[in-house]
């Protein structure tokens, strides 16, 4: 991934217009483990910020004088499918992701780090159709240290029209 990032105006009491190239790069990839299940991952890394985790971190901030910076993330993923049979499925997910943030710049009322965990089981009856429930534990920190968590029970379902 390769941007500019602009920003031209006066945002409170800071004018500017200024504008950085941000880059990221991310690899991934799958393996096929035991009959249909599988292991997949993915790592990123740079000024990516609003492309990954849920617009974890903002892609850059100005400083008092008005200068542009970026903010880089790492983030990763892994996840393992497994085939209960030709019908249900179920996915483990993790996720993590960390900002390079200018604290001085942005103060302590962004995230950190986040990280999350997603446990589901799908079931497929026909061949158009699909329902699932699925828990979700998530965990994040402010540059500040204040902290929070998440658990949540989600269910979906799916049909297809052909």
């Known amino acids: 991934l390769v941007r500019n990032?602009?920003?031209?105006?006066t945002y409170g009491a800071i004018t500017t217009?200024?504008?950085?190239?941000?880059?990221?790069?991310?690899?991934?990839?799958?393996?096929?483990?035991?009959?249909k299940d599988s292991f997949k991952w993915q790592l990123n890394y740079g000024t990516i910020g609003r492309y990954m985790t849920a617009n974890h971190s903002n892609d850059g901030s100005?400083?008092?004088?008005?200068?542009?910076?970026?903010?880089?993330l790492l983030g990763i993923q892994a996840a393992y499918q497994h085939w209960w049979s030709l019908t249900m499925r179920s996915?483990?997910?993790?996720?993590?992701?960390?900002?390079?943030?200018?604290t001085q710049v942005v103060g302590g009322q962004v995230n950190k780090m986040l990280w999350s965990s997603h446990l589901n089981l799908l079931w497929s009856p026909t061949p158009v159709s699909m329902?699932?429930?699925?828990y979700?534990?998530?965990?994040?920190?402010l540059e500040d240290g204040m902290e929070g968590a998440l658990n949540r029970i989600q269910m979906s379902g799916r049909y297809d029209f052909w």
């Open 17 to 35: 217009d200024d504008k950085k190239w941000g880059m990221a790069v991310s690899a991934s990839g799958s393996v096929n483990t035991v009959g």
């Open 131 to 134: 329902v699932g429930i699925e």
């Open 62 to 72: 100005l400083s008092l004088t008005g200068e542009m910076d970026t903010v880089n």
């Open 91 to 102: 996915s483990w997910l993790l996720g993590y992701a960390r900002a390079n943030n200018d």
């Open 5 to 9: 990032l602009r920003a031209k105006g």
């Open 136 to 141: 979700l534990y998530a965990y994040r920190e």
